[in-house]
């Protein structure tokens, strides 16, 4: 498996019970090395870029997703999976050049369309832009927007840190 | 992943930079998917070299490409393109657009390309044989070599396809393989009586069908089976357009679907949906984002309008004259519109105020700088993704609705 892991063992680590904010790390496949990290922005829905992302901008445009108006530079994007136009990688890639991406990927399943743009950004441009997918834990019920994410691409793991200060030490 | 002593030098860079790039993408994208192995393609259809896909970031990754000694292993053909190469102007093609697509033209015919500029290889130039493993973009391409020829794509991305192209292989999953061709979700065509499903009808079934299989494989039964080429490819667009259906078979139809049985491989569909005249009333409400009123914009061919469909239309026009306000544009390639000219349709267009757009579309083009109101079209995919990428209202009329607005500037 080239820069990925499908790693097992144990699904979750809890650290620093006695820490205010809550740190989650879960295992996923590691697609696309590196690190890197940022705030999340989550949803339920696919996306695909096309006709979807405005690559001037980094905002989302599609009147149908729920991230309409939201931009997405340097954002830990968590979404389950691409979809739609082939033209996604097209679009990712142009938001690199204009300093206008993401700075990782977190899906549920990751397909093409999403794979190609972040391999490609390292090659041309020297952006890291990790992506992991099939994480241990679903991800858009894990991860809420706001909370601050580290992607590491190469460990196949990212590591969740809660935006909302939690007292309770139950929560897996 | 296995790879063959060649495929291996190929990654280390032996074969130069460009092959090393490509080779390293297309392992990578193997990987996740679990391949075994790689497979070797009879041929490529090229999605990057459309600007409105690429953009400039594509110009520069393209040129550096080439630069790097990049040479398509594969014959491989151009899709439709963002500008027409010829006659720009009268498309009111801005400059540095122009410029840009100039540019991608010219890397990749560097690199070997034909350029066909059109998204119906599979009818000129660019026809895959059933069985044979190919690596193309866009999505009405696919389903058409999937579904109708049956040869063996999946759908390919932008970069993507031009790694295949120039490493000449793909990694072996998804409808490379015998299990992924199985059809999954059967629908079937009830209560049309003694109608025969017209041109009109074709979009709409397609549609319908995309919205329910989403990328899943659709089995449709009650195609008559001396169903047209036109209208098998007006289908699957429309299905590849409201899902990302790659493949369909439509039983006593096509190759892979001689029986009910063989389209299913023996097993049971996950689903049955059936499809009727009040599912086509509702694909078509869908794809109007209003019900009527004032035409700007009447567009034909997407994908790029047939010799036999040009035919249709020219009759269709002869005589008749568009009114003022209301642009015509009829969306094809060269090969169409030579043979179109030199059997006397090329004078009917033009004498009816009609337009003939080669190379490109009107959703490849500059689409937002063109300020079209409403756009009536006979194609579920202009008509799909019109707004989106045009910001002009959709209606999706028949091509003698299309022709009746075009000459009174209104519909409905």
Redesign the interface.
Same mark, same amino acid.
């Given at each position: 498996?080239?820069?990925?892991s499908r790693q097992g063992g144990d699904r979750l680590t809890r650290e620093g019970a006695s820490a205010q904010r809550e740190r989650i790390i879960v295992r996923c496949r590691g697609? $696309?090395g590196g690190r890197a990290e940022g705030e999340a922005l989550v949803s339920s829905q696919p996306l695909g870029f096309?006709?979807e992302l405005d690559?001037g901008t980094g905002v989302v445009t599609? $009147?149908h997703h729920e991230w309409r108006g939201r931009e997405v530079t340097g954002k830990v994007l968590v979404f389950p999976r691409g979809?739609?136009?082939?033209?996604? +990688?097209?679009?990712f890639?142009?938001a $690199?050049?204009r300093g206008r991406a993401p700075a990782a990927l977190v899906n549920v399943e990751?397909e093409?369309?999403l794979? +190609?743009?972040p391999?490609?950004a390292a090659?041309?441009?020297g952006r890291v832009i990790p992506v992991v997918d099939r994480p241990e834990r679903d991800p858009t019920a894990l991860i809420e927007a706001g909370d601050h994410v580290v992607v590491d691409g190469d460990r196949g793991i990212i590591e969740v840190t809660k935006r909302k200060e939690t007292g309770s030490t139950d929560r897996v | 992943m296995y790879l063959t002593r060649e495929e291996e030098l190929m990654l280390e860079g032996h074969y130069g930079e460009a092959v090393e790039t490509a080779m390293e993408v297309l392992v990578r994208i193997g990987d996740a998917y679990g391949a075994g192995r790689m497979v070797g393609v009879a041929s490529g259809h090229l999605v990057s070299c459309i600007y409105n896909v690429v953009f400039e970031a594509g110009v520069e990754v393209v040129e550096a490409l080439a630069r790097a000694g990049g040479r398509l292993r594969v014959p491989s053909t151009l899709c439709t393109g963002s500008a027409p190469l010829r006659n720009p102007g009268e498309f009111r093609v801005p400059g540095d657009w122009l410029e840009g697509q100039r540019r991608l033209a010219a890397a990749f015919e560097g690199m070997g390309a034909v350029p066909l500029w059109s998204c119906t290889p599979y009818l000129h130039v660019n026809v895959p044989r059933f069985g044979q493993n190919i690596a193309w973009g866009e999505s009405n391409c696919v389903c058409y070599a999937n579904s109708v020829i049956g040869a063996r794509t999946n759908r390919y991305p932008s970069y993507v396809e031009l790694c295949a192209a120039l490493a000449g292989r793909v990694p072996e999953f998804g409808l490379h393989l015998d299990e992924n061709r199985r059809g999954q979700v059967l629908f079937e065509l009830k209560g049309f009586g003694r109608r025969a499903l017209s041109d009109v009808d074709y979009p709409l079934i397609g549609y319908a069908v995309g919205l329910v299989a989403v990328d899943r494989v659709p089995v449709i039964t009650g195609i008559p089976n001396d169903v047209g080429r036109d209208q098998l490819k007006a289908l699957g667009a429309a299905a590849a357009s409201s899902g990302s259906v790659a493949l369909y078979h439509a039983v006593e139809v096509t190759p892979e679907a001689r029986t009910l049985k063989d389209a299913f491989r023996g097993e049971r569909p996950s689903e049955r949906v059936e499809i009727g005249p009040g599912d086509l009333s509702s694909a078509r409400e869908e794809l109007s984002t209003v019900g009527g009123g004032r035409v700007d914009l009447v567009a034909v061919g997407c994908p790029h309008y047939t010799l036999d469909q040009v035919a249709e239309l020219a009759n269709l026009l002869r005589g008749k004259r568009i009114a003022d306000g209301v642009e015509f544009w009829v969306c094809t390639n060269r090969i169409v519109e030579e043979a179109a000219e030199r059997m006397g349709y090329g004078g009917v267009l033009r004498a009816a105020g009609v337009k003939v757009m080669t190379d490109s579309c009107v959703l490849n083009g500059p689409t937002f700088t063109w300020n079209f109101e409403t756009m009536a079209t006979d194609s579920a995919k202009f008509a799909h993704y019109g707004p989106m990428q045009a910001g002009c209202n959709a209606i999706y009329a028949g091509t003698g609705e299309c022709v009746e607005a075009a000459v009174r500037g209104e519909i409905g």
């Open positions: 498996m080239r820069g990925g697609l $696309v096309w006709g690559p599609d $009147v979809r739609g136009s082939t033209g996604g +990688a097209g679009i890639l142009e $690199v050049r990751t093409m369309i794979l +190609a743009g391999i490609l090659k041309f441009y | -």
